[in-house]
């Protein structure tokens, strides 16, 4: 059965934000898993190197990431079950976050490598 996209009528700015979660918890540097709840905590926030930050591997556009110290978006996360958190304290993506296809990760998220020659 194919998955229905977007289940959670995240707005754009949700699905940007929560694609540089997902990334920053595949980043052994800030996060931290949990393995009997599979959940992720995230250490640290990135933060800017004037138009864009890196994020473990990438680099992603600072206008791509303002949903990251935005307290709505993380409420609304919050709420539809995809992140725990106190914002802008503590993050911890759960095993929905961790696994929602945002669709948009291609688009945000760039190799750090590539994206450092045009700098």
Do not use: C, I, M, W
């Given at each position: 059965m194919q998955m229905k996209r977007n289940?959670?009528?995240l707005n754009p700015?949700?699905?940007?934000?929560?694609?540089?979660?997902q990334a920053l918890a595949?980043?052994?540097?800030?996060a931290t898993p949990?393995?009997?709840?599979?959940?992720?905590t995230i250490g640290s926030l990135p933060h800017a190197h004037g138009d864009h930050m890196h994020v473990g591997s990438y680099m992603m556009s600072t206008?791509?990431?303002t949903g990251m110290t935005n307290p709505a978006v993380w409420?609304?996360?919050?709420?539809?079950g995809l992140i725990k958190?106190?914002?802008?304290?503590?993050?911890?993506?759960?095993p929905s976050g961790l696994t929602y296809e945002t669709g948009v990760r291609?688009?945000?998220?760039?190799?750090a490598a590539h994206g450092a020659e045009s700098h």
């Open positions: 289940p959670q009528k700015l949700q699905l940007k934000t929560l694609a540089l979660f595949e980043d052994s540097g800030r949990d393995g009997e709840t599979g959940e992720v206008a791509d990431a409420a609304a996360l919050e709420r539809k958190g106190a914002y802008p304290a503590a993050l911890t993506l759960t291609d688009k945000v998220l760039h190799n």
